[in-house]
């Protein structure tokens, strides 16, 4: 890979940033409208700054703070969907992509290592 841009989990977690941001557009909840958008933004953030970094440990180091993120996204998704702030198919959807995401990077780091 030449770019952050090639990484799978960096395009999957913009597709669930994107998805994120459009959810809770309308949320009148700021600070968790907030809280929810940052962990989602930072999964692909850190993905991003750990590919720069160009070297095997930092990009590691980063990618365990993506996965960290991804955890947060889908332990503030329970909330929302307790809360009334998404039903239950959007909830699956994100979880799922959340999930999926975590899966990615898990991976890529055992090939790294």
């Not at 907030?34 to 850190?46: E, T, V």
């Amino acid at each position: 890979m030449r770019r952050f841009e090639e990484i799978i989990a960096w395009q999957k977690s913009k597709e669930l940033t994107i998805d994120t941001y459009d959810s809770f557009k309308t949320c009148k909840d700021f600070s968790f409208k907030d809280q929810i958008q940052r962990a989602a933004l930072s999964i692909l953030n850190n993905i991003a700054e750990g590919f720069e970094r160009n070297t095997d440990k930092e990009l590691i180091h980063f990618l365990y703070i993506a996965k960290g993120s991804c955890g947060e996204v889908r332990s503030m998704l329970y909330i929302a969907l307790e809360l009334g702030y998404l039903n239950k198919s959007k909830f699956d959807k994100m979880y799922s992509k959340s999930e999926e995401i975590s899966k990615i990077i898990s991976g890529f780091i055992r090939k790294i290592k």
